[in-house]
Nanobody, 120 residues
């Protein structure tokens, strides 16, 4: 499974960004997809995840500002981020849990990350 994230960049505080992640999944079935971020000197944290049935989960730091969505047919997940704050500056990573066809174990896959910088 290969994940390609896009949409990061520089934005002013209070602004919005939309991250996208496309998955190449030949031979695999994706269960959940999600977004994480890692700021300098901090651990990677979960922002949001969405399962194959559309159910979502959000991390505590999101505070209702972020929305995750998924296009299952296109194997794409999006993260709409509003009211961005300088504290949101981090590298954002796309994640997918996937099973190889015929197997039951789910493996985590990660994209390379996209940098989001929020200026004050």
């Amino acid at each position: 499974v290969q994940l390609q994230a896009s949409g990061g960049g520089l934005v002013q505080a209070g602004g919005s960004l939309r991250l996208s992640c496309s998955a190449s999944t030949s031979g695999f079935t994706i269960n959940a997809m999600g977004w994480y971020r890692q700021a300098p000197g901090k651990e990677r944290e979960l922002l949001a995840s969405i399962s194959s049935d559309g159910s979502t989960m959000y991390g505590d730091s999101v505070g209702g500002r972020f929305t995750i969505s998924r296009d299952i047919a296109k194997n794409t997940v999006h993260l709409q981020m509003n009211s961005l704050e300088p504290e949101d500056t981090a590298v954002y990573y796309c994640n997918a849990g996937a099973r190889r066809w015929g197997r039951s174990n789910v493996i985590d896959y990660w994209g390379k990350g996209t940098l989001v910088t929020v200026s004050s």
